[in-house]
């Protein structure tokens, strides 16, 4: 039996960045440069970059096999899977009144403005870490709390900041998050250990989140102001409210299987049941094959971003089986020769990895498997320290660049929201970047806490030669 040769590229292992390189810079013009950012712009970056390393490659029939498998992987499919019945969930709820009923509710019990962009980091962060999906709460948040909140007084880009910034706070805590799981895998440890030693770096970044959302919003109050109540009259139904049985149903059901495809095709069907029997749409307005719901939740941005994901996944293979990550990994271990020093460089490499991949999962199982854990054992770190540092860096960047899937999530949902509702302004991922406040509040908490060794602990309570 011949060993199988792996993938290596003239000019070595570190060609096989070429493609993300390529990706995040074209990447970075589109979202600063163009008038209008569009997800197809993205395209030319990561294909620009696969077609010229395949140049590069040594055996080129392994090069295009290397791409294949990245994309045909579960960390490709099962987003675009979640996105397109996430997305559709969201549709049917928007288009049966949804929003009416969740505007009228909040009017007349006057959660407007503030307490509006306070309630939606709660119920998002709470909604994440239950169902453990941070794309599932966005679809769901920009889908009905985004445009509910902007015509009630609060700031669009804190409302996304709000919306997004609960999800990644969910996908980095909750016990059934890919990355939780990812993280306690790669380092041999128990989930809920993991979880528990989590949640003060989790609650003290959410803590100060919520300080700085209400001393925005009051700051921004005079500049978004409430729509006029005769505007805002025309979106408000109390029987809109109907639609919150099929949008609990779904939260249940994602708390009790862990699944978002299981629960949002359980929202699905329900919602479209209560719509029809309360008269609030009809199967011809979710069936249409002109202008359906069915068809609206996937048609455009959607498809746009799911083609985006599926090349990046053949990048990050590419990167993965050439071993260019391997190259920079090996490379930082050479300098390290404290406990901090071990936790700085894992972080450091969880957080690039993550930013330039755009998916968080892989990095940290990377990180984790080749470099955090050897390294982190060589100076008795805690499994649980390794893990919650690979983790919570991987969930900041990769929530809050203007390339990342999540934005370009977000901001393809705020257009949909645009398109029905008069005074809801699209958002592009640049204009929210800096608004997404819990990811950048968590990556300072996480960077102070490896400078001053708050939480580190170590194996057996014995610290390492050299702290």
């Known amino acids: 039996m011949t060993e199988k040769s792996s993938l290596s590229f003239y000019g070595g292992p570190w060609l096989s960045f070429l493609p993300i390189i390529s990706f995040v810079s074209v990447a970075i013009y589109v979202a600063t440069a163009l008038e209008e950012a569009t997800i197809q712009g993205m395209w030319v970056g990561i294909l620009a970059g696969l077609l010229v390393t395949f140049l590069f490659a040594k055996d080129k029939s392994l090069y295009a096999e290397t791409i294949m498998k990245g994309m045909a992987s579960k960390v490709a499919i099962a987003p675009v899977a979640a996105w397109i019945f996430a997305g559709i969930f969201a549709t049917v709820l928007r288009s049966s009144g949804l929003v009416d009923g969740v505007l009228w509710a909040a009017y007349h019990t006057g959660a407007t403005g503030t307490a509006f962009v306070v309630v939606s980091f709660i119920a998002s962060a709470l909604f994440a870490t239950a169902a453990g999906t941070g794309f599932g709460t966005i679809a769901a948040g920009m889908g009905v709390l985004y445009p509910a909140g902007v015509l009630l007084g609060a700031d669009p880009l804190l409302m996304a900041g709000a919306i997004v910034g609960g999800g990644a706070f969910g996908d980095n805590l909750a016990p059934i998050s890919d990355t939780t799981i990812s993280s306690a895998a790669s380092q041999g440890t128990d989930i809920g250990g993991v979880v528990r030693s989590r949640l003060k770096y989790s609650a003290t970044a959410g803590v100060i989140t919520l300080v700085l959302l209400v001393v925005f919003s009051l700051a921004n109050s005079g500049v978004s102001a409430k729509v006029p109540y005769e505007v805002l ?83 990050i293979r590419i990167m993965l089986d050439g071993g260019g990550s391997d190259k920079l990994i090996e490379g930082l271990k050479s300098y390290v020769n404290t406990p901090r020093g071990a936790e700085a460089s894992s972080a450091g490499l969880s957080l690039f990895l993550s ?31 390794r893990a919650n540092i690979i983790d919570s860096m991987a969930c900041t960047l990769v929530y809050s660049l203007p390339w990342s899937a999540a934005l370009l999530f977000a901001s393809g949902l705020s257009s949909k929201a645009a398109e029905s509702f008069a005074g809801v302004p699209a958002l592009s991922p640049i204009e929210m970047t800096p608004w997404i406040l819990y990811t950048w509040v968590l990556l300072v908490v996480m960077s102070v806490s490896i400078l001053t060794g708050w939480g580190r602990s170590f194996v057996d309570d014995q610290p390492a030669a050299g702290k």
Do not use: C, Q
């Not at 095709?265 to 719509?275: E, F, K, N």
């Open 233 to 315: 009259a025309e979106h408000m139904d109390p029987k809109g409210l109907f639609m919150l049985i099929p949008a609990f149903a779904a939260i249940y059901v994602a708390m009790k299987k862990g699944d978002v495809i299981f629960a949002t095709t359980v929202g699905i069907l329900l919602g479209m049941l209560v719509a029809v029997v309360t008269g609030l749409n009809t199967i011809d307005g979710f069936l249409s094959v002109e202008n359906g719901a069915l068809i609206n939740g996937v048609a455009g941005w959607m498809s746009d971003l799911s083609i985006l994901v599926l090349l990046l996944a053949g990048g």
């Open 355 to 385: 930013a330039v991949m755009s998916i968080n999962a892989p990095a940290i199982l990377a990180v984790g498997l080749s470099y955090a854990k050897p390294v982190g054992e060589r100076f008795k770190l805690h499994p649980y320290r």
